[in-house]
């Protein structure tokens, strides 16, 4: 049996990307390897069972580092993000690896699983809810849409949907109102756990996409919704899951006629970041959106989120369920995140510490 | 240099399927193959530049009657229908064909892009204009999306942009009005060099949308061609979707396509006999006539997609010179021509 430490130094959703390619080394290769990773984000990690301690030590281990080189040619071939590292790891391992899951391979202990939400914590009743990231990173705000559009969204389903929204600390997440808050209270294991828990997502082109689909659904429901405010960064083939509503302009606009733009700013920020560099900047700015974000209207949002509810899956939120979330709402008012600003981190503890 | 003869004798969709994997072929091993094809639609493979006639009883050949099992997979798979021939032959053969392009691999002769299209030989100047496909085969009714939606479509945009509609004779093709009518008009060769003529397609997932993508632009009007599919939750899109395609699905949404495309042929049985209509091949949740899934996409959602090219900035609405060019060509048709 071969041993393999996998190095992989790239971000989350990469990583996402790296645990599908692991699961589907071993459902191609049964009992051929042992698989050790040394990456960031160890907690997407936690409770994989393809994962064994292997010691890089040992001479009998192989090292591997892992690369997505499919990642500079995906404007144009018919391949998604999952492929990139299988290919690489199938060519490094000298072995055929065939994709079994559209979706990243993130586990939870049981323990997990039976430990509440976050949200129940804070509603005191298990109710449905959608996590939404309306912000996300200073190094690809080309991504960003609209706050105020955002809150059109929430607004149109007052005391129908409960969201839920998240941010990391440091990044641009500009208050919603009428959401339970959970900016900055997440770490990635807990966002793992609340996603979980939740019925759908709303977000753009970020890590939360891939987590809603790589993270199993609580009530065992095959996948869950998601809608994705994608504009034209990105190619759709390599960014779409395919029970997601994917919200793009790729072949719209002249920028992204063929395929993604892949540039990361919106306006330069002067900060002196390779993201500033003047072949990163949006060439096709309305007003403070990209051209392609700002072609995506509230309304288009609100018609992909219904979609899920008009299929019949799903249910808005019953006559006690919206007593909960109205309660709830007024209570992660008091503690928003402009007001931590102000004061000590609040009287939020974790349930665990894995 | 390999000989190899492809055989496979199913629908022009998965004709155009097959040109991509002679493409990817060639590209993946430069030199190293000759191919020919025996196939269903000729057409398609006219001007291909990568088919050489070969003859079966030439010892040095390899027929290879072409299949597509990955179709099987496609549900839970990362795979573009593009992408099926390709594993097959790379299974049958041990090649390792890399795919190259999300799109078929159609050729235009020089002189046939000289030609005016089927439109202009009618409106007498060049106009900008949409092909529609409203209907389908009988084999798979679970496809068709409603002709007064369709119309309502068409509607919307009166004056603005000027649709041809098409369809094969023998398919149910409900006539739309206020459309240049060209069903029946067009053979598979025809129906490329309109599709290259044109600016933009509509279509549920059938032949059209896989030519949408296939066929070149025309030059001046973008390197794509923007293509609304209604594809409802029959089919998972990333097997389906073109990239640059606004492609309205449902999959996810309903407990039919929860997991991906349901894959039924009919949304109702017809009664001829054919499998088609057997129970497991026949639509779990009906409205109205409809398919559930293709019920929930209304015309308002195909009319926004379609707006979005226009707001784009990539393309712009008839000018009122091009609009009264295409009035004499329009007919109202009295009665459906070949009812259901």
């Given amino acids: ?354 | 240099m390999r000989k190899l003869i492809l055989k496979n004798h199913q629908s022009p969709g998965d004709i155009l399927m097959l040109t991509a994997t002679v493409r990817d072929l060639h590209a993946s091993y430069p030199g190293e193959f000759l191919t020919d094809v025996r196939t269903s639609v000729d057409q398609l493979w006219q001007h291909n530049p990568l088919i050489t006639p070969l003859r079966e009883d030439d010892p040095e050949v390899t027929a290879v009657r072409c299949n597509y099992p990955l179709i099987h997979r496609s549900n839970e798979s990362p795979y573009h229908f593009v992408q099926s021939f390709t594993e097959y032959l790379n299974d049958k053969l041990s090649l390792q064909i890399t795919p190259q392009k999300c799109a078929g691999d159609v050729y235009l002769h020089q002189q046939e892009k000289r030609w005016i299209s089927q439109v202009q030989e009618r409106t007498r100047k060049e106009i900008p204009f949409w092909v529609i496909a409203a209907g389908g085969k009988y084999d798979f009714t679970a496809k068709w999306w409603a002709s007064d939606r369709y119309q309502q479509v068409v509607d919307h945009f009166y004056g603005k942009i000027q649709f041809v509609q098409v369809g094969e004779l023998h398919h149910y093709h409900p006539p739309l009005r206020g459309v240049i009518d060209l069903r029946g008009l067009t053979d598979v060769r025809q129906l490329v060099r309109l599709v290259y003529h044109s600016r933009g397609v509509v279509c549920g997932v059938t032949f059209l949308m896989h030519l949408a993508a296939a066929v070149e632009t025309k030059a001046g009007t973008g390197q794509t061609r923007p293509c609304i599919v209604i594809a409802g939750g029959r089919e998972p899109p990333q097997w389906e979707a073109y990239p640059h395609h606004q492609f309205l699905h449902t999959v996810g949404a309903l407990s039919c396509c929860e997991t991906g495309g349901c894959w039924k042929a009919r949304t109702l049985p017809l009664g001829d006999g054919s499998e088609k209509d057997l129970p497991r091949n026949l639509c779990l949740n009906v409205v109205q006539g409809m398919p559930r899934c293709m019920h929930m996409i209304s015309a308002e959602e195909v009319i926004r997609s379609i707006q979005m090219y226009f707001e784009g900035g990539r393309l712009a609405y008839l000018t009122r010179e091009e609009f009264c060019a295409a009035q004499p060509t329009i007919r109202q048709p009295i009665a459906q021509s070949f009812a259901m």
């Fill in chain 1, 1 to 354: 049996m071969r041993r393999v430490i996998l190095n992989c130094d790239h971000s989350a959703s990469t990583i996402v990307m790296l645990t599908a390619a692991v699961r589907d080394l071993h459902s191609s290769c049964p009992g051929q390897f042992q698989t050790d990773v040394c990456a960031r984000y160890p907690e997407l990690w936690r409770h994989n069972p393809h994962i064994t301690r292997l010691d890089p030590r040992d001479p009998g281990v192989e090292q591997i580092d892992c690369n997505s080189p499919l990642t500079q040619r995906s404007a144009h071939p018919p391949f998604h993000f999952i492929h990139g590292f299988l290919r690489n790891l199938g060519s490094l391992l000298k072995v055929e690896i065939k994709p079994t899951l559209f979706r990243g391979d993130l586990h939870l202990s049981q323990q997990e699983k039976s430990w509440m939400s976050q949200v129940q914590e804070l509603t005191g009743a298990e109710i449905p809810f959608w996590v939404v990231s309306a912000g996300g990173t200073f190094e690809k705000t080309i991504k960003w849409w609209e706050q105020e559009r955002f809150q059109v969204v929430v607004d149109a389903f007052r005391d129908r949907i409960l969201f839920v929204q998240v941010g990391a600390r440091g990044d641009h997440h500009p208050e919603l109102s009428g959401v339970v808050d959970l900016r900055g209270k997440t770490d990635l294991r807990q966002l793992i756990r609340l996603i979980h828990h939740a019925q759908g997502v709303l977000c753009p082109l970020n890590l939360l996409m891939h987590l809603s689909s790589a993270v199993e659904t609580k009530h065992n429901s095959p996948n869950r919704a998601c809608v994705v405010i994608a504009g034209g960064g990105q190619s759709t083939q390599w960014q779409r899951y395919p029970t997601h509503q994917f919200l793009h302009t790729i072949g719209a606009l002249t920028c992204c006629d063929t395929a993604r733009c892949g540039r990361h700013r919106t306006r330069s920020m002067g900060d002196g970041s390779p993201s500033d560099s003047a072949d990163k900047i949006c060439v096709d700015v309305v007003g403070n959106l990209p051209h392609c974000m700002d072609t995506i209207g509230a309304p288009d949002v609100i018609r992909s989120i219904q979609r899920y509810f008009d299929g019949g899956l799903l249910n808005y939120l019953s006559a006690n369920e919206i007593e909960v979330a109205r309660r709830t709402i007024a209570g992660s008012a008091g503690l928003s995140w402009s007001m931590l600003g102000l004061r000590e981190q609040p009287a939020f503890v974790p349930q665990d510490h894995l």
